[in-house]
């Protein structure tokens, strides 16, 4: 009997398992890509960046810092917060006192978390696509315009959506292997989404779509170990409030209270109208993603093929448009999914092309669209010349900083300045802060948003000595 003859040279042949040592390395590069981007540029994307991860880490390490509300009356959890001041009490023993270099250091959880989320996104495509399928998936998705802004950052969206990656690929995985695998899928898809929910509790929204999917699916096997990896995490989360809030569950109750029950959230930070997604949403999927679109008509007519992390996605989405209160980071974790199923799906179509040149030329031309979005999402001034002003204004023999055009919120806190000294913020010149930090010799540094206050800080005896961007730093001696 003849050998079977090799499958023609323009047809790459099937091929599971893990990627090479050189796809192992492109994906890592892919995954440090918005790590490096965050800590080079700094900024924030919203307030929470700080004041909800990075300065309650550094008042864990350090015993001062600026709490916000949330932390006074519990509606957080210390898990991320806890994780980062592990790495920040790291960079202390060693003697890193550079907020711009223990930023990269806290950053190293996150860049392996970013890693094994893109891993996921290699697995889930590379069963509908093949390696190269997966390893183009891993292209699109990674280099994506909000992924690149978004995945570097200490936000809880940024971390539940990693984690939500995960998740979609281990409840993905087919049944047609042994019992253990469906039970290391079941509770690796539990624990992953688990600690999505534990780092942003509105995710728990995905957690409901996700088994409802796997029992409309009948998974029946699949959806009890699920539940089994989820109640771990659950239980560990209990524990963690017990221990610090000194009541189990204590954040996750106060949060649902405040933000589902009472209405107090939509009263203290306003309501929206529905249509306030849609120019988010219309700036924020890359033009790969709507030429995805219409290849994905054929699984959405049919239930049983429906694809999981679209289901999620779309539950997700409709709970957020009716809710009141709306930000445009809210999106993140279901445009993530989305763009999960357009990646795969997209890539699955190039793949199936039988000549090499056209796979080629379609496979650059999705990456290359993915590029020229309009940007804008979000639409915030992620102010990152301020951060980079900050740090280097408090560096040497500063014993005080006023920050001139910020409130505290849209400070760095503690955290970017480094150390334990005065600081202040205001906005004009006849502000009490402003005038309070003039007659005060400790104040011997100033950061001044696109020249503000300029005169009046110079009068008072600083001089110009640096510019970073829109923003000037003054030094008095």
Known sequence: MSPPEPPPPDVEPPRTGPPGSLELLGLLAVALVPIVVAVRELGRIH????????????????????????????????????????????????????????????????????????????RFAERRAGHSGGALAVLLLGLSGPVLLFAGRTLSESVSAS????????????????????????????????????????????????????????????????????????LGLGLLDWGTWGTPFHSFVAYVRYNVLSGEAAAAFGASPPDFYW?????????????????????????????????????????????????????????????????SQLAASIMALQRPLPRGVLASLSLWLGFVNPQGYPSQDLRRDQFRAIVRATRGDATGLLIVNEGLWGSGGFFYIGRNIPWRTCDWPRDAAFRASMSDPTFNRAVSFEGRALPELQAAGFRIVHQVERETILVRD
């Open 47 to 122: 307030p929470d960046e700080v004041f909800q991860a990075l300065e309650p880490a550094w008042w864990r390490v350090h015993g001062y810092g600026v709490l916000a509300w949330e932390w006074r009356e519990g509606l957080r959890n210390w898990a991320f917060p806890g994780v980062l001041a592990a790495f920040l009490k790291l960079s202390q023993v060693f003697g890193i006192t550079d907020p711009r270099v223990y930023r990269g250091v806290v950053a190293l959880p996150q860049f392996a978390l970013h890693a094994w989320s893109l891993w996921a996104v290699y």
């Open 163 to 234: 984690f939500l990656l995960v998740a979609m690929e281990a409840l993905d995985r087919p049944d047609t292997g042994t019992a253990s695998r469906t039970r290391r899928a079941g509770l690796m898809g539990g624990l992953a989404l688990g600690l999505a929910v534990v780092t942003r509790y509105p995710s728990a929204l995905f957690v409901l779509a996700a088994l409802g999917w796997l029992l409309v699916a009948r998974r029946w096997r699949l959806f009890a170990f699920t539940c089994v990896g989820g109640a771990g995490v659950a």
């Open 279 to 343: 120019q988010p949403l219309l700036r924020a999927v890359p033009l790969w993603a709507w030429a995805a679109l219409p290849l994905s008509l054929g699984p959405l007519l049919r239930w049983r093929t429906l694809s999981l992390p679209l289901t999620c996605a779309a539950v997700y989405t409709a709970v957020l448009l009716a809710t009141p209160h709306k930000e445009e980071r809210f999106l993140y974790p279901a445009l993530v999914l989305g763009l999960l199923a357009a990646a």
